[in-house]
């Protein structure tokens, strides 16, 4: 069975940082890509980066450039966010998710398999 598990959210002070990890099992992680979504309190989920098979990475929110960056480790069946410079309003809970073809779409659109979520809290 196809599945993600992200881990790494908590809470965090302005400023701060944090990694989170999407563990993948039951496929192959490197064969598709994998995006990183977030979802605050009474908002609609947003897409955040997407990673190709290939490495390659697409941005979906421009107030996240310069401080997000996203990686893979195929050997671990993994994929990471690194978040630096953590605002208030990037509070949210955070998913991963598998897209169904390597590359990354330009917009964040038909992404499946979604884990569970890891929450971000970033308060002073």
């Known amino acids: 069975q196809v599945q993600l598990v992200e881990s790494g959210g908590g809470l965090v002070q302005p400023g701060g940082s944090l990694r989170l990890s999407c563990a993948a099992s039951?496929?192959?992680?490197?064969?598709?890509?994998i995006g990183w979504f977030r979802q605050a309190p009474g908002k609609e989920r947003e897409g955040v980066l997407c990673?190709?098979?290939?490495?390659?990475?697409?941005f979906y929110a421009d107030y996240v450039k310069g401080r997000f960056t996203i990686s893979r480790d195929n050997a671990k069946n993994s994929v990471y966010l690194q978040m630096n410079s953590l605002k208030p309003e990037d509070t949210a809970v955070y998913y991963c998710?598998?897209?169904?073809?390597?590359?990354?779409?330009?917009?964040?659109?038909?992404?499946?398999?979604w884990g569970q979520g890891t929450q971000v809290t970033v308060s002073s």
């Open positions: 998710a598998r897209y169904w073809r390597a590359s990354c779409p330009q917009q964040p659109n038909g992404f499946v398999s």
């Open positions: 039951g496929f192959t992680l490197a064969y598709t890509a």
């Open positions: 990673i190709s098979s290939g490495g390659s990475n697409t």
